[in-house]
């Protein structure tokens, strides 16, 4: 994706169109699923791909016709034996491409193409958005927590924000009368872990190991310490009644808490429960759960927003020692980064 977004950039800033290439929708068997780009150059080069084969040649071959025209055009490749479009494939699906005409004179595409490499580099939470309502006067938006730059139709970007691309993670959807395509870029693989303890200690250089990056917190100097994580991003000591501002959590991070009692899990939850991380797993027997749901409970939180936890934390494979408790709990945070990202295979199901 990185090296696919630079071309464009490089394109784009010596003056030269591009063709971007994306699958806004796919029905059945296909060989790349939504959000797969390929981008066709002025030279006749691509990069990416849409899935390979004949479909991604058609895909291609729609493209340079796009780039030839200066214009955009939405094309819809049928997988499976048909009279409409028999393309001779046997996936037995449906995909639908967006060949979208970069202009390099259009006002903010820069703007765009350097947010998306500084997210993708940066690992920031970015979607892209596109108002495809009308596929040869479309508007473009990258989206961040805090900042949305567009270009091509303006008019309706500003209706697009993090929550409604969080909502709407990836494809086609309809919005306040228009058509609107959405997908996830990159997500922050930030993990605030709440509690130093022994789990913690051997968690760490897991998540460290799988491109997770760690934030322990611990009430405790002794194991709010440096020394005992040193793959962490950052350790901090704090009182966990009342986090302090440094501890940002957001709604695109994951959550860890084992903290050393009752009492610390509950004055965590109770926190993380208002700012909804995308993953909060918590660690403790069932009766100690079920102890801190009820406290929950009596202070406005209800039944579903807590059983919504990952708790017990982890993935049950029978985990006893710190070292097995850690890999279980980072099993389940690869399981639930792959379905986020929407590279699920198999099936995930939490016990």
Known sequence: METLFTRLAEERNSGRPAVLLTVVASQGSTPRGIGSHQAVFLDGT??????GGYQEYLAIQAGRQCLDEKRSAFRRLILHPNEEEDINAACGGELTVFCQYLDPALPGLGDVLDGVLQALKSHQAAWLALDVSDEKDWGMA?????????????????????????????????????????????????VFIFGGGHVSQALVPVLASIDFSCIV???????????LFPQAE????????????RIDVTPD????IMTRGHVGDYDVQRQMLKIKPYY???????????????KLMADGFTAEEIDACHAPIGLAISAVTPAEIAVSIAAELIAVRAKREGREKGRYKKS
């Open 46 to 51: 691509t990069a990416g791909t849409v899935g």
């Open 234 to 245: 950052a350790v901090y000591e704090a009182d966990y009644e009342h986090l302090p501002e």
């Open 142 to 190: 990258l989206v961040t927590a805090g900042q949305r730059r567009g270009c091509g139709r303006m008019t309706e970007l500003c209706a697009v924000d993090a929550d409604w691309c969080r909502q709407n993670v990836a494809g086609l959807s309809e919005k306040d009368g228009r058509r609107w395509y959405s997908e996830p870029l990159s997500y922050p693989g930030r």
């Open 253 to 256: 991070d994951y959550v860890c």
């Open 217 to 227: 917190v611990d009430d405790r100097a002794e194991f709010a310490d440096d020394a």
């Open 280 to 294: 909060l797993g918590v660690i403790g027997s069932r009766r100690k759960l079920a102890f801190v749901k009820n």
